[in-house]
């Protein structure tokens, strides 16, 4: 194994679980011609992220990090990832029974687009000062039974990744609903919390 993310924190998580599972792990710069290579884009499709940092994408297996890797794990895998390596990558993940989901190669993680998009609305609808904050993230969780309400969601995810996570997808698909609000913008900026006026 060797992990290939920009993100320290990625990088520990990976190595944690590389390690408690026995394998071995390539602590290398880069990683030898027969490594499966790790990789936790954000916002990003697994194909450009193995070629942006240099990687086989036959032997390159993204991970979805965004909510922690304790209930559920999901892999992406490009369309030219070899079977060896994804099934290899799916045994390790799934090695201490927690449930693995493997997706094609797509514009970021499914959790991933849809947290950055609730996340973008409520800084929008704060934004245009339709309503507080606290009334914004109150009204979602009353009305549609969020556990957290879009704006405490991206303080608990974290500004800068759901940041991240749309200027990625707005610059891969042009798509104008990933055009991060600039509530959420200036926030990430100056680290400020999303649910105080």
Known sequence: MWIGTEDDEA?????ALVTAAGWPLDSASAPSSEALCLVAPL?????????????????????????????????MTTPATQPAYRDAAAALFARDGTPVSIINDSNGFVLQRVVACIVNVGSDIAQQGVAAPSII????????????????MGDHYGRRRILT????????????????????????????TLTAA
Do not use: F
């Open 43 to 75: 916002g990003e499709d697994a194909t450009t992220c193995a070629l942006r940092l240099g990687l086989s994408p036959e032997r390159c297996v993204a991970v979805d990090l965004l909510a922690g890797l304790e209930r559920r794990r999901s892999l």
């Open 165 to 192: 996570i749309l200027d990625n997808l707005l610059a891969a698909t042009g798509d104008p609903r990933y055009r991060a609000s600039p509530w959420l913008r200036r926030r990430a900026a100056l680290d400020l």
């Open 137 to 152: 993230d109150r009204a979602v969780e009353l009305g549609l039974g969020y556990p957290l309400g879009p704006l405490a």
């Open 11 to 15: 990088r520990r998580q990976l190595a």
